[in-house]
Nanobody
Framework: QVQVVESGGGLVQAGDSLRLSCAAS????????MAWFRQAPGKEREFVAA????????RYADSVKDRFTVSRDYAKNTVYLQMNSLKPDDTAVYYC????????????????????WGQGTQVTVSS
């Protein structure tokens, strides 16, 4: 059974940095893309970033491009989201998700591409 577990959320001030982690288990980690989504209060869940199975390709939402970086550590079966220059608009519950298709190309940016989700971790950015 595939499981993904996020960690690393918290309360920070605008301009600060934070790194989220997502530990995946239950299947061959290196064969599937991983992604981060977020959902702010009263808003729909939105795509943030994704990294393909090999780690060689990434996608970002325009709102986080040049501020966030997604990466993966195959030895630890973990995906990271490094968030810099955080803004109050980044406040949301952040979810990690694992793709359902083996070595999908191109990277999926829709939530429908991902079948396995974590419980979410809260990120709050104060102004």
């Amino acid at each position: 059974q595939v499981q993904v577990v996020e960690s690393g959320g918290g309360l920070v001030q605008a301009g600060d940095s934070l790194r989220l982690s997502c530990a995946a288990s239950g299947r061959t980690f290196s064969d599937y893309a991983m992604a981060w989504f977020r959902q702010a209060p009263g808003k729909e869940r939105e795509f943030v970033a994704a990294i393909n199975w090999s780690g060689g390709r990434t996608r970002y939402a325009d709102s986080v491009k040049d501020r966030f970086t997604v990466s993966r550590d195959y030895a630890k079966n973990t995906v990271y989201l490094q968030m810099n220059s955080l803004k109050p608009d980044d406040t949301a519950v952040y979810y990690c998700a694992a793709d359902s298709i083996l070595r999908r190309a191109p990277i999926g940016v829709s939530a429908t591409s991902y079948s396995y989700w974590g419980q979410g971790t809260q990120v709050t950015v104060s102004s």
